[in-house]
């Protein structure tokens, strides 16, 4: 696994939101109005106006990979430019180019019983003929078992959490709702698991929720987690627009 980083930096484990973080939902993610509030036209640096976030990257300052320790594109493009944007100037447009592709950022953390992912997604449309597409997940490499939990988009555009471990058919729940017809939305994966070997996992786009409580077998209670965001699969010409990334570990 790679070396960890913590950017932005908070000392030691990443995050405890709930203590500090005024714009933050029950979940410990931004709420939707602290994600949509710009401080100035044309500009509103979403990471540097939170500080208390100990992971968080907006595409508004530093180049690829910015805060995640790598970026990586097999058949896929991953750029930064300003024509979109859920807080100015700039977001993130990943681009699938057909067939199987992978465009992804990630980065490593500590082991911990709690993840959580918040971020802003746009999906102009569903391309046609596309297939399945992973977009966001923690996953354990290290273990002599991969594991990996996470959420992704059916060929009809409607989301899904799913866990996966090698030599084990994927397990899914959700496949009920679609990403909202709107500019951008909040979307909250949190995973959580239990000293008895129990896990369970959960996503929201907006105020919709897709899976509740999920029922998932990890291989340990505390585990440390690759977090990957982008897109992956072998699926059709998927465009999607990334803004705002946070990750909390406890």
Same mark, same amino acid.
């Given at each position: 696994?790679?070396?960890?980083?913590?950017?932005?930096?908070?000392?030691?484990?990443?995050?405890?939101?709930?203590?500090?973080?005024?714009?933050?939902?029950?979940?410990?993610?931004?709420?939707?109005?602290?994600?949509?509030?710009?401080?100035?036209?044309?500009?509103?640096?979403?990471?540097?106006?939170?500080?208390?976030?100990?992971?968080?990257?907006?595409?508004?300052? @530093?180049?690829?990979?910015? %805060?995640?320790? &790598?970026?990586?594109?097999?058949?896929?493009? #991953?750029? +930064? /430019?300003? !024509? =979109?944007?859920?807080?100015?100037?700039?977001?993130?447009?990943?681009?699938?180019?057909?067939?199987?592709?992978?465009?992804?950022?990630?980065?490593?953390?500590?082991?911990?019983?709690?993840?959580?992912?918040?971020?802003?997604?746009?999906?102009?449309?569903?391309?046609?003929?596309?297939?399945?597409?992973?977009?966001?997940?923690?996953?354990?490499?290290?273990?002599?078992?991969?594991?990996?939990?996470?959420?992704?988009?059916?060929?009809?555009?409607?989301?899904?959490?799913?866990?996966?471990?090698?030599?084990?058919?994927?397990?899914? @729940?959700?496949?009920?709702? %679609?990403?909202? &017809?709107?500019?951008?939305?909040?979307?909250? #994966?949190? +995973? /959580?698991? !239990? =000293?008895?070997?129990?896990?369970?996992?959960?996503?929201?786009?907006?105020?919709?929720?897709?899976?509740?409580?999920?029922?998932?077998?990890?291989?340990?209670?505390?585990?440390?987690?690759?977090?990957?965001?982008?897109?992956?699969?072998?699926?059709?010409?998927?465009?999607?627009?990334?803004?705002?990334?946070?990750?909390?570990?406890?």
């Amino acid at each position: 696994m790679a070396a960890r980083r913590t950017p932005r930096s908070l000392p030691g484990a990443l995050l405890a939101l709930a203590l500090a973080c005024s714009g933050c939902g029950d979940d410990g993610a931004p709420d939707d109005a602290a994600a949509s509030s710009g401080a100035t036209p044309g500009v509103d640096p979403f990471c540097a106006t939170r500080p208390v976030l100990g992971f968080c990257e907006d595409f508004d300052e @530093a180049p690829l990979p910015g %805060a995640f320790a &790598e970026s990586t594109a097999d058949g896929a493009t #991953l750029a +930064v /430019d300003g !024509a =979109e944007s859920a807080s100015p100037p700039s977001s993130l447009l990943v681009a699938m180019q057909g067939g199987a592709a992978s465009g992804t950022l990630f980065a490593d953390f500590e082991p911990s019983r709690k993840l959580r992912f918040f971020g802003q997604l746009h999906i102009d449309a569903v391309p046609e003929g596309s297939g399945d597409v992973r977009v966001a997940s923690f996953s354990y490499e290290s273990l002599d078992v991969p594991y990996e939990v996470g959420f992704g988009f059916d060929a009809s555009g409607k989301g899904f959490v799913y866990q996966a471990r090698a030599g084990v058919e994927e397990v899914r @729940a959700g496949g009920e709702v %679609a990403l909202p &017809e709107k500019p951008w939305v909040s979307v909250r #994966l949190n +995973v /959580d698991f !239990a =000293e008895d070997g129990t896990g369970k996992v959960a996503l929201r786009f907006g105020e919709d929720v897709v899976a509740e409580s999920a029922a998932l077998t990890p291989p340990a209670a505390e585990l440390g987690a690759r977090a990957t965001v982008g897109l992956r699969g072998d699926s059709g010409v998927w465009q999607v627009r990334f803004d705002n990334l946070t990750v909390e570990t406890e």
